[in-house]
């Protein structure tokens, strides 16, 4: 059913409309409040705020991303603020209880809004992004306040778009340093979306990845470049990196992404060997080991889309 609507959908930006499709079915209310982030300490320069597992509901307030706390010598660097300026507040909130320097700068690493409508309660920051992100934020900013709305019951009338200001262009690597901590921003070839940027500290051995890694929970391949995105998943793993903040979940081992990468790996190569046999997205899917898939959250809502995403890519290069 649902591969069945995301063809109706397309056109659109799938993932927004779907989303708002779905809350509208359930009929979703305002939540009691936002849950508190899980505050796990790297090193005294690295922290990350931790939210909820699963997608956007009534209970998290849309609160369900994860966020990087860099520590520089005067302010803080952000790495992705939350679905609404409300949220934006929360993590500033608990920025504060860590430590009492201002955040200066905000690091989007997509255009996703639970990423990204948060730049509104960090009015005096830089926010940074890849350049393809920037265009997206302008794009389609204002439809995942409308996703917001819906989900929450709440005008969020502070909640807006704020696009970055400095970008970097797709498949390039930039060193730079931040209140005077030496990062890498790596923007790959379109991987989770067209214009994904992931931080890497070369000192801490440590990967900002966004969603391109997500642990305990369905990656979504909807906005992707799934072959893309699996070829990013090799080149991770010939980087010197011991720790990764993925977008959503628990924190990653390289362990973790090499598994993450063989799942998406075997998952493409049996869908093209279904299509190569002329088998329809849903005749392919009985064919498919997902017994790994099974044990994530969101497995219902999204394996079918998924599928039916990496059938339509490959269907479309074999022209």
Known sequence: ???????????????????????????????????????????????????????????NQGYMVNSAVLIGDEGVVLIDTGFSNEIGQHLKDTIAGITDKPVTHIINT?????????????????????????????????????????????????????PAQTVYPQE?????????????????????????????????????????????????????????????????????????IPGHGPLMTMADVKAMHQRMADLYAGIEAGYNQGMMDSEIRKTLDLSQWKKMKEFEGQMGININRAYLEIERESF
């Open 172 to 244: 390039s690597r930039t060193n730079v340093t931040l209140q005077g901590i030496p990062m890498e921003f790596w923007v790959p070839a379109g991987s989770h979306t067209p214009g994904d940027m992931m931080v890497y500290l070369p000192g801490d051995k440590l990967l900002v990845s966004g969603d391109i890694l997500v642990k305990k929970m369905i990656p979504s391949f909807v906005d992707a470049h799934v072959g893309s995105w699996i070829d990013t998943l090799a080149k991770i793993q010939k980087r010197d990196i011991e720790t990764v």
């Open 1 to 59: 059913m649902l591969s069945h609507m995301y063809r109706l959908l397309k056109g659109q930006s799938a993932f927004l409309a779907l989303l708002f499709l779905l809350l509208s079915l359930t009929g979703v209310q305002a939540g009691e409040g936002i849950p508190t982030p899980e505050v796990k300490k790297i090193n005294d320069r690295v922290y990350t705020l931790l939210g909820p597992i699963g997608f956007p509901s009534k209970e």
């Open 110 to 162: 997509h255009h996703h809004g639970d990423h990204m409508l948060g730049n509104s309660a960090f009015p005096d920051a830089e926010i940074i992004s890849s350049k393809q992100c920037r265009e997206l934020v302008k794009k389609e900013g204002y439809n995942w306040i409308g996703i917001l709305k819906n989900m929450t019951g709440k005008a969020h009338a502070d909640t807006r778009p704020i």
